[in-house]
């Protein structure tokens, strides 16, 4: 796996939990919870649109704390990620989450 190729399985996982808690079918305890609120159409569209801020900042700050340019829980460190091939991740995902999380090509 290439640090991209892990950016992109970051976001991919952050776009199913949205449509996860979007989805009134789902058994998810955000979905329940979302569902208790009886929200219209409008409603629910705008809690998706902050939904997804809130996912997509905790998916980038998380990336970004691996690479060290962030702090996780107020440490700041750079962390050594390797995949099961003992292929490091870290040291390049900065820029790589920069331009999947914030649509920037």
């Known amino acids: 796996m290439t640090p991209?190729?892990?950016?992109?399985?970051?976001?991919?996982?952050?776009?199913?939990?949205?449509?996860?808690?979007?989805?009134?079918?789902?058994?998810s305890m955000?979905?329940?919870?979302?569902?208790?609120?009886?929200?219209?159409a409008h409603q629910i569209e705008t809690l998706n649109n902050i939904l997804d801020t809130a996912l997509t900042d905790a998916f980038y700050t998380l990336l970004l704390a691996l690479d060290g340019a962030a702090s996780i829980g107020g440490e700041q460190q750079l962390y050594k990620l390797f995949d099961k091939d003992g292929h490091e991740l870290t040291g390049a995902l900065e820029p790589l989450a920069y331009e999947r999380f914030h649509n920037v090509t």
């Open 4 to 27: 991209e190729e892990f950016v992109n399985c970051c976001a991919r996982e952050k776009d199913d939990l949205l449509s996860t808690y979007i989805d009134p079918t789902s058994e």
């Open 30 to 40: 955000v979905t329940k919870k979302i569902a208790t609120l009886g929200l219209n």
